[in-house]
Each structure stands twice: as C-alpha cells, then as structure tokens.
C-alpha cells in the first residue's frame, strides 16, 4: 500500500467502517432498492441463512487457528488464516445482504416470551458487537497490509488485533446462536 494510506490507517478504518455500516443499514431500512440486484431463485434464497451458519463457523474456526498461530509465532500461517477470515466475513456480508434486501427480515417463529426476553437481548447484543468490532478489524488489518511484519511490533497491532479477534468470535458465535434461534429451535 501507499505511504499516503500507511500514514492515514485511522482516517482509512473509519471510511471502511461508516461504508460498511451503511451498506448494513442501508439495507436494513429498505433505502437499497431490491430492483437493483438480480434475485437468485427461491431455493438459493432459503439456502442462504445456512450457508451463513456454516460461514461463521468456519470463520470461527480460521480465528481462532490463526491466533494460536501467532501465539507460536507463525506469521505467515496468522497471515493467512487472519485473511481468510476477513474473506468468509466479506462471504458472510455480502450473502447476508443479498438476501436482506430481496427477502427482508425474518420473524421470529417462537413464543412471545422467548422473543422478548431472550431473543430480543441476544440480537440487540450480536448487532452491537457486530458494529463495534468492524472498526478493530479494519485497523488491525489495515496496519498489517501497510507495513512490514517487522514495523508491526512497533504499532498497536496485537492490542487491536486481540480485541477484534474476541470481538469476532462473540459476534459469530452470537450469530449462529440467532440463526438457531430463528431456523431450528422453534
């Protein structure tokens, strides 16, 4: 990357974060009209909320592989599992937003009870996770892609890459904690 973009990662996490959030509100609210995107058939559409659970768990997965791998010191293995990550949680995004904006948001199918004082809490706390971790994982990433492994030891890197890394596997793990919710438990 540019030096430009080396000395402005903070000014480049938070552009990255404020278009991804206004991509996920955008849709959410209804402002990307569903006309601009091609729809899939029905099956592909109902598939989709799978697939994202297997996507999670995946993307658990190489998180966690490649924090063990920079606890043992293998860059390049953290290296590559850290960018398989962030590649499954643009997968994760760009499927999820798909089918946001062609088919909505998905009721939730059991009791009253359950909806309002568990269901309700456990989303409202996997969305706010989902929204404060995307600034760590930009930076974390954006650090790593503008300088040498060697620099990093003199940046913030493993302090933010530790908090987006939780941050993350909460997220997911709460992710797929909802996708239950919604598809298998009621």
Known sequence: MSEWARENVPLL?????????ALVFGAVGGVIP??????????????????NAAISATAIGTILVGW???????????????????GLFAAFLVS???RLILVGTVEFPGPEAVYSYVYLPFLAIHI????????FVFYALLLAATRPYEDLYHTRHAQIGSVAAVLWLISFTMGIGVYLMLYHAF
């Open 68 to 86: 063990r791998a920079i606890s043992r010191g293998n860059v390049d293995r953290h290296k590559a599992f850290m960018l398989s990550s962030f």
């Open 34 to 51: 569903s006309s601009v995107l091609p729809r899939a058939s029905d099956t592909v559409l109902a598939a989709l909320p799978h697939l």
């Open 13 to 21: 996490t938070a552009l990255l974060s404020v278009v991804a959030l």
């Open 128 to 135: 706010l996770l989902a929204i404060v971790c995307l600034p």
């Open 96 to 98: 999820y937003l798909y």
